[in-house]
């Protein structure tokens, strides 16, 4: 293995563009098939990043371990397993908390992964642990208690992560040579037939097939958020924190003490808010019934807002792993028995709304049985006439003999609208806002024992499967672009994209110690001769002034007002191109992702032509395939690792397309 190269050898040549967590599934399918179909053939693998290889940037080991993921250590994975149908081999290994196990069992002799599958451990047994994870105690220490349901720190997150980095590449057959570039890709151009990939140290390869698997990607900003960039440019003393990831967010520059307007409530708001508070010194105390935060001095007072004002909704504490879903009427979807393009509204819609009925009435028939005067089959009953469920009012009245007491019933439709009350003054609305959340984090807390978190649980599980019945041709335009599936998108991120329960607790602190304030719904953000100005038409007196202005989100790259270099140069070769959507009378209409075949990700051109050396996968195309964004978790067929196998597929084929028979050219979707 070496570090660079000038000139390729004349093996054949794949290069991969981009080697975080989806990088590295790229690697290790890569090496499945390859060991099944092409173990006597020589072939390079350049990798091309500019961060750490496995862990990239988002996941990198040096990171503060105040820094958390949203998801759970044994409901994560970067292998295949038994439910994945992927055109490679399965190749099985650990999820992330039997790692954590393995760790334990090999540092300490302890015999923690006894119940760990044997091919996991195997997997395990074949690649030493990273350097990089040895070097830091803390993440050792870390890896030696997490539990399957405990939400560990990025920085662990991405030892496992650089393992799996390391496993992919140990596990390639002896022909194949890896090169590896420290650096970023800057274009990419024809040669012949094959194509020419230039890097930002002025290294060119020459290769026969990449993929771009680029995670993160600049769009141009929309025309209000330009008009605040060119009123912003030369103005001293004005700190604005544009979107990033939080650990390459300049934070720092936020200064002590001032008012600080925070657009943003999801994650991002909850890895900023950790920053600004323990990571200037603070610490929270247990006060008995809530959270107290002791300030150090240093922190911001942060006036935050969002679309809807609101905090994303706290993790469920399940006590474990999350439940599986029952998704009664959902499952029973047969996209081939509706008439094309499926339609949300009228397909999809009215099996969400039935199955949050059903979890809601099974739960109170199972936690408060008292509260029904009828059986819950009477209710089920009523749940399955869906010209009924839909009509919430009408249900509504259709339930109450059964179930009197208004506290027991559910209106999901009601739950999703934002509230667009007017608010009298900011104190009110942040009382509100403070209820809403300790409301919130007291049914997180109840688990299982929660009737609302189960039917919302059942929402969540719908937004997988919702998002790929929107992908590629199946939907129409219009559909897509529907107020109602954009508000169950927005209401799924919301409620399945949360926080852990303890960061709303320590929302909650906060709040008491007047370090947050909600500054009301649709926030608007402008600059006066005093600094940053922020406001809610919504609250009356909301307005805000303060020299420091932090974006705790990031936009989605759009692939038709791009500023990566990369694919900019690919679009003006006219071989790459936003997806388009047909609308019901058949025009199209481009959309944020690019245009790629479901199967092998190969890009599409202007002309419609499908490049067969080149292919992108991840975050640039979720709006195309829809559920690429989402790490893999283990027993769901992940998309994440289907595609990865997909363009892996597709790249060795294109490679040596005498191995691989005719009839496998049309791969899964």
Known sequence: MTDAALTPPPDPVVCLIGVGPRGTCVIERL??????????????????????????????????????????SGAVTLFTDEASTVMGPVSPGPTMHEWCLLVRDALDGTDAAAGVAGAHRA????????????????LVDEARVVRPESHPSRALYGAYITWCFDHALGALPDTVTVVKHRTRAVGISADGERERVLLADGTTIAVDDVILSPGWLESAEPEPEARLTAAVRGREGLVWVRQGSPVEQELDA??????????????????AMALLTVGRGGHFRDGGDRLVYEPSGSEPVMH???????????????????????????????????????????????????????????????????????????????????ALALDAAAFDSAVAPFVPDPRHRFDLVRLMSPDTAAWSSP????????????????????????????????????RKHASMYMGFTRASAETHASGLYRSFAAFGQMIGSGPPAFRNAQLLALADAGLVRFLGPAGQVGLNAHGFTGESALVAGSRVTGPAL??????????????????????????????????????????????????????????????????????????????????????VNATFLREADGAAHAALRTLFPARFPADQEVLHV
Request: glycine share 8%; aromatic share 8%.
């Open 254 to 271: 936020v200064p002590a003490g001032a008012p600080t307007i925070v657009r943003g409530l999801g994650m991002g708001f909850f890895d």
């Open 427 to 462: 104190d009110a609305f942040q009382e509100w806002v403070v209820q809403y959340v300790e409301t919130d984090l007291a049914q997180a807390r109840l688990g299982m024992a929660s009737p609302l978190k189960r039917a919302l649980w059942e929402v969540n599980a719908a």
């Open 31 to 72: 090496g499945a098939i390859a060991r099944e179909c092409l173990d006597d053939r020589a072939w390079t693998l350049h990798l091309v990043n500019d961060a750490p290889f496995g862990a990239g940037r988002i996941w990198r080991l040096d990171q503060t371990p105040e820094l958390c993921m949203n998801t759970l």
């Open 550 to 635: 932090v974006d705790a989100f990031m936009n989605a790259h759009d692939a038709r007002a791009s500023r990566d270099p990369l694919l900019l140069g690919l679009a003006d070769r006219g071989i790459v191109r936003p997806h388009r959507r047909r609308t019901r009378t058949g025009d199209p209409v481009p959309g944020s992702g690019y245009a790629v075949e479901p199967g092998t990700s190969r890009v599409i051109g202007l002309d419609d032509t499908v490049t067969p050396r080149i292919q992108i996968i991840g975050i640039p195309v979720d709006d195309t395939r829809g559920d690429t964004v989402i790490s893999p978790m283990p027993r």
């Open 123 to 138: 997997a395990f047994a074949t690649t030493p642990l990273p350097d990089v994870f040895l070097a830091q105690p803390h």
């Open 304 to 386: 935050v807002t969002s679309r809807r004002g609101i905090p994303f909704h706290a993790k469920s504490v399940w006590g474990g792993l999350p439940p599986a879903a029952h998704q009664r009427y959902f499952s029973r979807f047969d996209p081939s028995s509706v008439d094309r393009p499926i339609d949300f509204e009228r397909d999809l819609w009215p099996l969400i709304v039935q199955d949050s009925l059903a979890g809601w009435y099974r739960a109170i028939a199972e936690l408060e049985p008292k509260a029904l005067e009828g059986s819950l089959d009477d209710i089920m009953r009523l749940v399955d006439d869906q």
